[in-house]
C-alpha cells in the first residue's frame, strides 16, 4: 500500500474556552448542523473509548469534573482541551477494509492515550458519515501521571516539538500500516478544523448540483436498461415461437415424406427414420425400367 500519496495524517487543534470545547463536542456528537455530513450514515459513527458518552453535555460535565481535581486552577488563557484529527489519505482509506480502518484508528488511541492517561480522554470517536473517514479525538493537556493543564509539555515547548509528534506518530502507527509520512520542514499551512468545514461548505452547493446531475443520468440510464431488456425478452419470445414453428414444419414435412414413401413406393417404416422395401422385385423392376409407366402392385399392409 505504501504509495507517495499515501499518508498518514494527525492534525492539532488547541481549545482555550468552554464555548470552544462544547461547538467541537457538538460537533463530534452530531448536535449542530452539519452540511458536509450525510445524515442517513450518522449511525455509523462510532466511538472507540469505553467510557462512552453518548452527547456534548456528559463529556462536558466529565472534563468540568476532571478540571474541578487539578491541583491548580487553571490560568485564563489556558487551553483546556487539545483535539486531534487522525486519518490517511483518501486513497489508502479506500485500500483499508473496515476493520483496518478500525485497528488503525484504535492504535491512533492507543498512542496518543498513553500521553494523557485513559481518565483525561473525553472523546474518541470514529466519523464515517463524511467524506473521508476519520478519528476526533479529544483530551484534556494532562501528560499521564500528572494533575496540571499542561498543554506546552504535551505538544509544545519548542519549534521542533511538532515535527516530533509527527515522527512519532509515522513510527508508532503509520507505518505500522504501510503509510508514508509528510515531508519534514513543509511550509504548506494545514488548515483549522474551521477553515476545513467552511470550505467544504462552501462547494457543498456545487457537490449537491453534480449529485442531482449524476442522480437523473443514472436515472436515464436504468431506463434505457430497462428497455434493452424488454427488447431482449420479446426476442427472445420471437426465437423461441420461430424454433417451435420450426420443429412443427420438420415434423410435418417428416410426417408427409414417410406417408409418400409407404404410399407411393410401398416401404415399410421402422422407425427412427428408417425405411425398408417391402417388395424387392417391385423396386428392381422400376430400377431396371425407369422411363416406363408402372401400375404399382399391390403390397402387403
Not at 489519505?89 to 492507543?110: G, H, Q
Not at 509539555?153 to 519549534?159: D, P, R, T, V
Not at 511550509?187 to 453534480?210: C, G, I, W, Y
Request: hydrophobic letters at 35%.
Amino acid at each position: 500500500m505504501k504509495q507517495e500519496s499515501n499518508f498518514a495524517i494527525m492534525r492539532f487543534e488547541k481549545l482555550s474556552t468552554l464555548n470552544a470545547v462544547t461547538r467541537s463536542l457538538k460537533h463530534i456528537f452530531r448536535e449542530q448542523p452539519t452540511p458536509n455530513a450525510n445524515a442517513e450514515r450518522n449511525d455509523l459513527n462510532e466511538n472507540l473509548i469505553t467510557k462512552v458518552t453518548t452527547c456534548a453535555e456528559e463529556s462536558a460535565k466529565i472534563m468540568n469534573d476532571r478540571i474541578s481535581q487539578l491541583d491548580k486552577a487553571p490560568r485564563s488563557n489556558a487551553v483546556l482541551a487539545i483535539e486531534i484529527i487522525f486519518t490517511a489519505s483518501p486513497e489508502a482509506m479506500e485500500i483499508m477494509d473496515l476493520d483496518t480502518r478500525r485497528n488503525y484508528f484504535k492504535d491512533c488511541v492507543r498512542w496518543f492515550g498513553k500521553k494523557v492517561g485513559p481518565e483525561n480522554i473525553l472523546v474518541a470517536q470514529i466519523h464515517r458519515d463524511e467524506s473521508s473517514e476519520h478519528l476526533h479525538f479529544l483530551c484534556l493537556p494532562i501528560v499521564a501521571g500528572e494533575n496540571t493543564l499542561n498543554c506546552r509539555k504535551l505538544i509544545g515547548g519548542h519549534k521542533n516539538r511538532a515535527s516530533e509528534l509527527q515522527d512519532e506518530f509515522f513510527k508508532v502507527v503509520g507505518e505500522k500500516y504501510g503509510l508514508a509520512r509528510g515531508k519534514r520542514g513543509s511550509r504548506q499551512p494545514h488548515t483549522s478544523l474551521q477553515e476545513h468545514n467552511a470550505l467544504v461548505n462552501q462547494d457543498l452547493p456545487k457537490l449537491r448540483a453534480q449529485k442531482l446531475e449524476l442522480k437523473l443520468e443514472c436515472d436515464e440510464l436504468e431506463k434505457r436498461i430497462s428497455r434493452g431488456k424488454s427488447i431482449l425478452e420479446n426476442l427472445a419470445l420471437d426465437i423461441k415461437k420461430a424454433m417451435e414453428e420450426h420443429t412443427q414444419a420438420v415434423r410435418y414435412c417428416f410426417t408427409a415424406l414417410k406417408e409418400r414413401l409407404m404410399d407411393r413406393w410401398g416401404m415399410i417404416y421402422e422407425g427412427n427414420g428408417k425405411f425398408t422395401r417391402e417388395a424387392q422385385e417391385y423396386v428392381e423392376e422400376v430400377i431396371d425400367k425407369p422411363s416406363q409407366s408402372y401400375t404399382r402392385p399391390s403390397f402387403r399392409r
